[in-house]
């Protein structure tokens, strides 16, 4: 089945040290985004790629960067992690801009602690 | 970025019974999508249902249906004869038809089914 694919499930790193999630998907959709979800709190979009356009959010820390290498990998970087970010980071997907069944599709998230 | 609110963070309702949860946004745009997603224990979030705001027919998928009245900015969810199953954080979600392809999410309502 097509589908939005996270790996690790859960990843556990130390403070400072940095980490890369990964996410990939099988839908070829032009759209990916990385989310971060803290407990009982909205979804933050953080970036998205519409196709190798890398789109930031201006509240985005610089903490944290991507790489879309081809359209069905993403990845999501963080150069020196701090407690705070220890969090649940969701990747999805979606079509493009405008298309008539415009949804996301999300992945299972990566759960990520900071020691 | 557009603002989303979901006034209730915690909803209960009995087995069978209906529930509604209210979702307002803010935007100067004219055309826009809606959403509702659920997120399970799970985690992996699914989505409910969608509503394009040039449609004034309010989006209906078996037992979840919406009341969105665009002059309010309002967008709530009915679920009829709730189930066990539908025990989980619900997110209202905002995307603009035409600029960008950010989705932004509310905060969340937090739904209990009391068997």
């Known amino acids: 089945d097509a589908m939005v694919i996270q790996n690790p499930r859960y990843q556990v790193t130390q403070f400072g040290k940095p980490v890369t999630l990964s996410c990939s998907q099988t839908?070829?959709?032009?759209?990916m985004y990385w989310y971060q979800q803290k407990s009982s709190q909205a979804p933050k979009l953080l970036f998205h790629?519409?196709?190798?356009?890398?789109?930031n959010e201006a509240d985005t820390p610089d903490n944290f960067q991507s790489r879309r290498p081809n359209t069905s990998f993403c990845f999501l970087d963080i150069r020196s992690p701090g407690l705070g970010d220890a969090a649940m980071y969701l990747c999805a997907t979606s079509k493009f801009a405008g298309a008539t069944n415009e949804k996301l599709f999300f992945g299972s998230g990566t759960q990520l602690s900071v020691l | 970025a557009q603002t989303v609110t979901q006034s209730q963070p915690e909803m209960s309702v009995q087995e069978a019974e209906t529930v509604t949860l209210s979702c307002t946004y803010d935007t100067s745009e004219s055309d826009y999508y809606l959403f509702w997603y659920k997120q399970p224990p799970s985690r992996q979030m699914i989505l409910v249902i969608r509503q394009e705001a040039y449609k004034q027919q309010n989006a209906t998928e078996n037992r979840f249906s919406v009341n969105f009245q665009k002059a309010a900015k309002s967008f709530s969810l009915k679920i009829s004869d709730s189930q066990l199953g539908d025990a989980a954080m619900y997110f209202c979600a905002y995307r603009s038809f035409f600029t960008g392809n950010q989705f932004y999410f509310g905060t969340g309502t937090s739904l209990t089914v009391i068997p």
């Open positions: 839908l070829n959709h032009n759209v």
């Open positions: 790629y519409y196709d190798k356009d890398f789109n």
